[in-house]
Structures are given as C-alpha cells and as structure tokens.
C-alpha cells in the first residue's frame, strides 16, 4: 500500500492531503477501492489502499472527498488546439472550415489573444478533472504563450511545436485533363524548423519544470518534407519525446498522398522509416486495416478526437480495430468540447453506433474502455505513463474528486460505468496537479475567472468581424440572434 511502516506502534505520518471514496486507481490490475483513499505528500502518492489502513496509517493535513464520491486519476487530454477556444463556434456547420476558419484565427488572435485563449481551455479543462493536455500550436509564436499559461494555470501540457516547409496541390478530377497534383518543399524552412526545434526542445525540457513538456508537431504529410519528417524522428529519439501528426483525415489528403507517392499517408511514412513507438498519429479517420497493422507492427500510438468525427464529416475512426490490434489509444478534446468526461461518453456511444450495433457486439468498446483511453492509455499515447495517468504510490498525485453526491451517479453497480455514462465536467469538486490544489469546490484557484471572461468577450469581438465573413453560409441558419 505504501513505502510506509504501518506498524501498531507508529503514529500516522502527516501529508498534504488524504482524499477519500470510491478509489478508480486505473492501476496494472485496475483496483478499484469502493472505501479506498489515497494519500499525498509534496507531488506524489505515498498510499493508494482501502481507508482503514490508509487513515491508520496518516494524517492529512487537508482531507478532500467524502464517501460518496468518486476518486479519479487526473484525465489525460491527447489532442488540442489552445489559440482555438475562442473561435470553435464561429466554424460550426460550415465545411471545410480548417484552413478557412481555424488556421486563419491564430493570425487574428496575436500573442494577448492565444494567452486569453489559451486561459480560456485550461480553466475549462480543469474544471474538468484534465489534470494533462496537449497542444499543436503549428508555430514557434505560440509557444511562449501557451507554455507560459500552462505554468501560470497549473495544469500539465504537452506542448509540441513545428513550422511546415512543404507546400501541396491536388488538382481535383475536373483539373486532370490540364493539371497535376504537385507539391514543392522549402530546404531553407526545413533547416530553420530543424534548428529551432532543436533548441525548443532542450530549452522546454528544462523551462517546463516537469509540467510543461516540449514535443514536436509535424502537421501532416501533405505540409512536412520527408527530411524534415525523419529529422523529427531522430530528434524525438534523442530528446525522449514524440511526434504528433494529424493524419488519413480526410479524402483529399489520402488522395494526394496517393497521386505523389503511390501510397497512403501512414503507408508513406512507413516507407520513410519515420512510423515507430515515438509517432502519435491524430485522428486517422480513414485509416485502413493494413495501415492499423503498420502502426501496431511499429508501436504507434492514436489520439482520437471523436467530436471531430461528426465536426468535418469525414468517418469514425476504428477504434475498435485498433485496439485490437495493439495500437495504444487516447482521448482528445481537440478544443470542441473540452470535458473528457463527455468525451469518454461521446466515444462509448460512437463505437457503438459505428462497430458494436451493425455486428451485435455489446463488449467490442466498453465503459472501461473508454476510461482506459482517458487516463493510463492516454499517458501511454504521450509517454508519460511513468508518472501520470493512474493512481500509484510514487507516480505524481494527478487526481479528480467527482461530486457523488447526485442521483445521476447514485446508486452504482459499476463505478467505472457510470462515471463514463453519467457524469459531466461540472461534477468534479477538486483537483490536483502535481500535489498542488488548482481546483477547489468547483472553483479553478489559479485563475481570476471573472476578469479572464471579460478578456475573451473582447478578444471574441476582434476575431468574429475578421471570420465571420470567411464563412460560406450565415452563422445562423434559422434562430435570429438580437443583440441587446
């Protein structure tokens, strides 16, 4: 239970915290303690076991808790955008809106508006029980922002940063006849990225104080030279970190990569030598099984954003095959919606509609699939399952208190179930990061929430008069919005 003497004769120790109820440790043998508590001193776990010996054996100098509720590993978010909060409901219900909204609104926003952004997420997040989050800011200029924020709010980021040196084109069936598809790499760009990514990574790994952790971003194949891919690679390995790339996410990317290389994308990075256990692979919606068995041969991992399934209309990732097949999976909000608690429940019911109903396979994808992905696999996607993503003496004391206290979660058979089925973000009372109390009684402690919502109001005016316009169809469709 503990690295503690718990004889008779001692007196309990004193630690920060003793929190206590239903303990999902999310452990190697997935203990869950229904009169559990954990034990926390400084940043780590010194006790994860049932109350009685727990208390017996120390004393906090906090409790957090209560016999209701639910103790959760910190959630672990896998994939998100922080410069995108603010403008998420400007691209609703008009496609594509990636490279027309999105992309588009980092510029807009300017260093004040990531940081508001960016405060925004975070404040979300952890009021959400997301003890970690991850970041692909794209560009250099948001990395003082972002890692900045997530040192000042508290929370974990894995924050990955890389430029493009590759332009592409694919010239549609009506554009055959005349034109080709084609693309044109930037060697000067390249070794720019390459250096700057170099010195990003020593200087974060130190900078991020354990928190904040540099990765690298290499933003898809039809944006990232081959060499640049395999410099990543290399710097990934020497560095100990990973590299994330959005993927087989939509039919034009696939068909591009299939008009210049004869191969689809995972295919084609497979054949550069650059698939391995330090690539994390973003969406891959339209992901075939023998790319599935590429990445699992190689030891790649998934994150799996599954609103943005429904967001751009493209395909529901096979989870289902994935895990199966080996692949390690985890959980991303990717800004739309930033609760993994919803999440988890958004890709329970999904992997049901997609694989579970049309073959009548009710375990295919389960709750505790679902929380797997969201806690100790979503450590594993980003390689930090040594120190996060359950509950363990000597890992970090990442940890979420849910208000049991509800009809919604009361009674349970299966806690596990019914945190996936039942519970929201705003159930969560407290949390900590690293041994540090950010979330107390619901309310974030390392941000003014009050000022932060009047800094987002203004910065949402400025974007919304420049991307309002970028879209194709009027951002409300039928309900009148009257201002005043």
Not at 220 to 243: G, K, N, Y
Not at 271 to 276: N, Q, S
Not at 316 to 338: H, K, Q, S, Y
Request: glycine share 8%; aromatic share 4%; proline share 4%.
């Amino acid at each position: 239970m503990t690295d503690a003497d718990t004889g008779a004769d001692r007196r309990p120790q004193a630690v920060d915290f003793v929190i206590t109820g239903t303990v999902v440790t999310a452990d190697a043998d997935r203990r869950v303690y229904t009169d559990g508590a954990v034990a926390v001193r400084d940043s780590g776990i010194v006790a994860v076991g049932p109350r009685a010996e727990v208390e017996r054996a120390f004393e906090g100098d906090r409790r957090l808790g209560g016999h209701r509720d639910l103790v959760i590993p910190g959630l672990i978010d896998t994939h998100n955008h922080m410069a995108q909060a603010l403008v998420r409901s400007l691209a609703l219900e008009d496609l594509p809106n990636i490279t027309r909204v999105y992309i588009p609104a980092e510029d807009v926003l300017g260093d004040d508006g990531i940081r508001t952004s960016a405060r925004v997420t975070m404040a979300n997040l952890l009021r959400a029980g997301v003890t970690t989050t991850t970041d692909t800011t794209c560009t250099a200029e948001h990395e003082e922002a972002v890692g900045e924020t997530a040192l000042e709010t508290g929370i974990r980021c894995a924050l990955a940063v890389g430029d493009r040196d590759r332009t592409s084109r694919l010239a549609s069936n009506y554009e055959q006849i005349d034109g080709r598809s084609e693309y044109q790499d930037d060697p000067a760009i390249t070794a720019g990225n390459i250096a700057h990514l170099e010195d990003f990574l020593t200087r974060w790994s130190e900078r991020g104080r354990g928190l904040v952790r540099p990765y690298i971003h290499a933003a898809s194949v039809p944006s990232i030279s081959d060499e640049l891919f395999v410099a990543a690679q290399d710097l990934a390995e020497r560095h100990d970190t990973a590299v994330m790339t959005h993927i087989n996410r939509d039919r034009e990317e696939i068909e591009l990569c299939v008009s210049l290389f004869g191969r689809r994308p995972l295919e084609h990075l497979s054949r550069i030598g650059v698939l391995g256990p330090r690539f994390l692979a973003i969406h891959a919606m339209l992901t075939t099984a023998r790319e599935i068995r590429l990445m699992a041969e190689a030891g790649a991992k998934l994150a799996h954003a599954p609103v943005v399934c429904t967001d751009i209309v493209s395909a529901v990732t096979d989870v289902v095959g994935m895990r199966a097949a080996g692949v390690t999976v985890g959980l991303g909000c990717d800004t739309v919606i930033n609760d993994i608690l919803a999440v988890m429940r958004i890709a329970f019911f999904m992997q049901a509609q997609a694989a579970g109903i049309p073959l009548y396979d009710p375990i295919g994808f389960t709750t505790e699939d679902a929380f797997e992905m969201a806690t100790i696999d979503g450590a594993k996607a980003l390689i930090w399952d040594q120190e996060i993503g359950s509950l363990e003496v000597g890992k970090a004391a990442d940890i979420a208190v849910i208000d049991g206290e509800n009809p919604r979660l009361s009674p349970r058979h299966n806690p596990v179930g019914s945190i996936v089925r039942y519970a929201v973000g705003t159930d969560v009372r407290s949390v900590l990061v690293d041994g540090r109390l950010v979330v107390d009684d619901g309310r974030v402690l390392t941000i003014d929430e009050d000022s932060l919502l009047e800094e987002a109001d203004e910065v949402a005016a400025r974007v919304r008069n420049d991307l309002v316009p970028r879209r194709y169809w009027p951002l409300n469709q039928r309900f009148r919005i009257i201002d005043g």
